[in-house]
């Protein structure tokens, strides 16, 4: 069974860009046959399409943010296939993301009125701005034409903010869903929680770590 599930995980679909293809188009075409059943031609119907958009993204989100972390406490073979293709699902979010992007503006530029008088909030607006624009430095900066003009200090520090930003613009939407909306649903309640989750484990990780960078420095202490 093991064997069985090494094997699953190493398959070519499963791992770098036929990932990333697969997911995206997945994606693409639900959104896309969604966009057929849905009277686009409403504020009402368009904000269906950012809200589909973003219970997309947002699994992908989380994936990204706790990969490494995952493979720190729990180091086996599918906790390693997700870090290896951490990049990749990152850049399937983006790619859900650029949905999302697409359907507000559909909303701001069509139904302006809509917009400014049911929606438009200035800090929303601008956090919102804020993030899309670190979404895509991170994800100029996946590639090397980007990343060749950041050093290797820069873009480590891009892109720790960047997912700790943007994870935390996202779930403190469902934060503020759960505990100050009158009616949250289901899914408001799921992604509350895996967000915290993901966080937990970020946290748990990073303890570990600076336990195990302690011992390892009373080891040398004993040796001198």
């Known amino acids: 069974m093991a064997t069985n599930k090494l094997r699953l995980l190493q398959a070519p679909i499963l791992n770098g860009w036929k990932l990333f293809l697969l997911v995206t188009m997945l994606v693409s075409l639900v959104v896309i ?3 057929f059943g849905t009277d686009y031609a409403t504020a009402a119907g368009v904000s269906a399409l950012i809200q589909l958009s973003v219970r997309f993204a947002v699994p992908l989100l989380y994936i990204t943010f706790v990969a490494s972390s995952l493979y720190i406490l729990i180091p086996n073979d599918f906790s390693r296939w997700l870090l290896r293709n951490r990049k990749h ?4 979010f983006a790619s859900a993301m650029a949905w999302q992007g697409f359907f ?3 909303l701001v530029g069509i139904h302006t009125d809509y917009y400014v008088g049911q929606v438009y909030v200035l800090s929303d607006a601008i956090e919102g701005v804020f993030g899309y624009t670190v979404l895509l ?6 590639f090397k034409f ?4 950041l050093t290797g200090k820069q873009w480590r ?3 720790k903010f960047g997912i700790y930003y943007v994870w935390a613009y996202a779930w403190s939407t469902y934060w503020f869903a759960v505990y100050y909306y009158n009616s949250p649903n289901s899914v408001d309640f799921l992604y509350y929680w895996t967000g915290l ?3 937990g484990l970020r946290a748990a990780a990073w303890s570990k770590q ?3 960078n302690q011992l390892k420095q009373n080891e040398k202490l004993k040796t001198i």
Do not use: D, N, P
Request: a positive charge; charged letters at 10%.
């Open 157 to 159: 520090y891009l892109h």
């Open 197 to 199: 989750l993901a966080w």
């Open 210 to 212: 600076q336990v195990e």
């Open 89 to 92: 699902f990152g850049l399937c």
């Open 146 to 149: 980007g990343r060749k003009h």
């Open 137 to 142: 430095l991170m994800t100029i900066t996946s």
């Open 104 to 106: 507000i503006l559909w």
């Open 33 to 35: 046959v969604q966009m």
